[in-house]
C-alpha cells in the first residue's frame, strides 16, 4: 500500500520528527533485515520493542521513514535524509496504521483463518486458488499475531483484490483484537484440539478464542460467511454464535471428498463435491489430514465468488510453506517426510499415519524422529505417551530426541530410542551402535515444536 509520512503520522497520532513529511511509503515491515532485498522500494521500518528492541537498527535499517517511540537524539547512526515519525508506542502505531490500511479494502473479501492445526496449510491453499482468479495477498510464513496481522494487511499491494488473514491466538481475546483490525467477512475454523492448553487450559477454551473469528462477522445480509469443519462438535458449534451464511467442509459438510486416494508420495487425488458443482483435484501437498483444509480453502473460495476451475488449479500448486509435510531424500536415498515446523498432539498423530501409508519395500524400515510438544500443560505427558503408543501400533520406530514421555507407555517389545539431542538422533539414524543405518529402503518422519529446532537435523540428514 502506498502512503505519505504525513498521512502516516496523522493516522497513528504521530509527529514528523525529522525529515520530509511527503516522504513516499509503499511497504512496512518490522524486520531491518528484509529492507536490503526490498528493491525499488521505500520502506517503513516499525521497530518493535521484543527480546531486542528494534530502535536500536533504524539507522541502520536502510528505511526511508521509520517510527520511533524514542526522541531522535537518541538514536544511533539515523541519516539525515531518513524521514523519522517519533509515537508513543511503536506497536500500538502499527495496529493503528493496519486499520487504517483495512479500509481501503472496503469491498473485497477479507478471509480470516484460525484453528488448533492446520491454519498456514489453509492459509497457503487458499491463495493458491484465488491468486488463480484475482490479485490476491496472503499471510507471509505464520504473520498470525499482533504484529504479524496489521503488517500482511500493509504489505497488500494497491491493486489487491482478496486479502488472507491467519490468526493465531495464546488467549482469550487474542483473536477479538485481531479481528478489529483485519476485519474479516469471511471466516474459517480449521479443527479445536490440545494445542496451547498450557495457555488456554481447556480444549473448550480454546474453542472459545477460536470462535471469536466467526463472531466477529458481518451478517448474512452483509456477506458474512463463516467456514466450519462439520466433523468437529466444537467447530460447528460455533455456527450458533454468528448470523452469517454458514458453510460446512469435510465428512458430512457441504463441502467434501469422494473417492480419496494416496499415490506412493502421499499426494491425494479426491473428487471435490460441493454445491457448484463436482471436480477431480490432485492436491499439490501430502498427507490425507491435509484433505480438510483443502476443502475448506475450496468452500472460502467458492463462498467469494471463485470459479471451480480456479479451485482445481490453485490446489494443485499451492506455494506452500517450508516444513510442512515436504518429502526429501538424503545421500543413501532415504525419504525425509520434514514436517518439523510445529507439533501437537492432532498433527502428530496425522503425521504419523502418513508416514505409515507411505510404501516402503520388503524390509524397509519407518522411523519417526519425534522432538518435544510444547505447550501442552497438564495434559503433556499423557499426550506424549499417547504418541508413542500410536506409532508402536502402527509398527513405527521411534526416536525420542530429548522428549522421554514418548515412550512412557512403551514395553521393551516396541523399537524405540530415546537420544539426548540432535547429534545423537543423527548418530542412531546414520551411525547406530546396534542394527543398521537408515538406507534407500527406509523411510524417516522428522516432526517436533519449534523449540525442538528439528529441521537441524533434517539438514544434516539432506547435506
Known amino acids: 500500500m502506498r502512503w505519505v509520512a ?4 496523522d493516522i497513528v497520532g504521530g509527529r514528523i520528527a525529522q525529515g520530509d513529511p511527503a516522504t513516499v511509503i509503499d511497504t512496512v515491515t518490522q524486520d531491518s533485515r528484509e ?13 518493535i520493542v521484543a527480546d531486542r528492541d528494534g530502535h536500536d537498527f533504524i539507522g541502520a535499517s536502510g528505511a526511508a521513514a521509520a517510527l520511533s517511540s524514542r526522541p531522535v537524539a537518541d538514536l544511533v547512526g539515523v541519516p539525515a535524509d531518513m524521514t523519522v515519525i517519533e509515537v508513543d508506542d511503536t506497536a500500538l502505531a502499527l495496529t493503528e496504521l493496519g486499520s487504517a490500511g483495512r479500509a481501503r479494502l472496503q469491498g473485497r473479501p477479507v478471509i480470516g483463518i484460525t484453528g488448533s492445526v492446520g491454519k498456514t496449510t489453509t492459509k497457503d491453499f487458499l491463495a493458491a486458488i484465488l491468486r488463480a482468479d484475482r490479485p490476491t495477498h496472503a499471510s507471509h510464513r505464520s504473520f498470525n499475531n499482533e504484529i504479524g496481522v496489521p503488517l500482511t494487511v500493509l ?3 494497491d491493486d489487491t483484490e482478496a486479502l488472507v488473514l491467519e490468526m493465531g491466538a495464546r488467549g482469550i481475546g487474542h483473536i ?3 479481528c478489529a483490525v483485519g476485519r474479516p467477512t469471511v471466516g474459517i475454523v480449521t479443527v479445536v484440539g490440545a494445542a496451547h492448553t498450557s495457555e488456554f487450559g481447556s480444549v473448550e477454551a480454546i474453542a472459545e478464542a477460536k470462535g471469536e ?3 466477529a462477522l458481518p451478517s448474512a445480509d452483509d456477506g458474512g460467511v463463516a467456514v466450519l469443519a462439520a466433523a468437529h462438535p466444537l467447530v460447528l458449534g460455533m455456527a450458533e454464535r454468528t448470523s452469517a451464511t454458514v458453510v460446512t467442509f469435510g465428512p458430512g459438510g457441504d463441502v467434501t471428498a469422494e473417492s480419496l486416494t494416496l499415490d506412493d508420495e502421499l499426494v491425494p487425488r479426491f473428487t471435490l463435491v460441493a454445491p457448484h458443482g463436482r471436480a477431480d483435484v490432485v492436491l499439490g501437498a501430502r498427507g490425507t489430514h ?3 483444509n483443502a476443502l475448506a ?8 465468488g471463485a470459479p471451480m476451475a480456479a479451485v482445481v488449479a490453485g490446489l494443485a500448486e499451492p506455494v506452500l510453506s517450508p516444513m510442512r509435510m515436504a518429502l526429501v531424500r538424503t545421500a543413501r536415498g532415504t525419504r525425509i517426510l520434514d514436517d518439523t515446523y510445529n507439533a501437537n498432539p492432532l498433527s502428530v498423530e496425522a503425521a504419523l499415519r502418513s508416514l505409515a501409508a507411505l510404501p516402503v519395500v520388503a524390509g524397509g524400515r519407518r522411523v519417526a524422529v519425534l522432538g518435544e510438544m510444547a505447550e501442552l500443560g497438564d495434559v503433556s505427558a499423557a499426550e506424549h505417551a499417547r504418541m508413542g503408543t500410536v506409532a508402536a501400533d502402527l509398527g513405527i520406530h521411534v526416536i525420542a530426541v530429548s522428549a522421554p514421555d514418548y515412550l512412557a507407555a512403551l514395553d521393551g517389545g516396541h523399537a524405540a530410542d530415546l537420544a539426548a539431542g540432535i547429534p545423537e538422533a543423527l548418530r542412531l539414524l546414520v551411525d547406530p551402535p546396534v542394527g543398521t543405518p537408515i538406507g534407500p529402503d527406509d523411510a524417516v518422519l522428522v516432526k517436533g ?3 525442538a529446532g528439528l529441521e537441524r537435523l533434517v539438514a544434516l540428514l539432506t547435506a
Do not use: K, N, W, Y
Open 6 to 9: 504525513a498521512e502516516i503520522a
Open 213 to 215: 473469528l466467526i463472531e
Open 155 to 157: 504489505q497488500a499491494p
Open 35 to 47: 529492507i536490503a532485498d526490498m528493491a525499488d522500494t521505500h520502506a517503513l521500518f516499525v521497530p
Open 290 to 292: 491435509l484433505v480438510d
Open 176 to 178: 477479538a483484537s485481531l
Open 449 to 451: 515444536s519449534r523449540v
Open 297 to 304: 480453502a475450496a468452500a472460502a473460495a467458492l463462498s467469494v
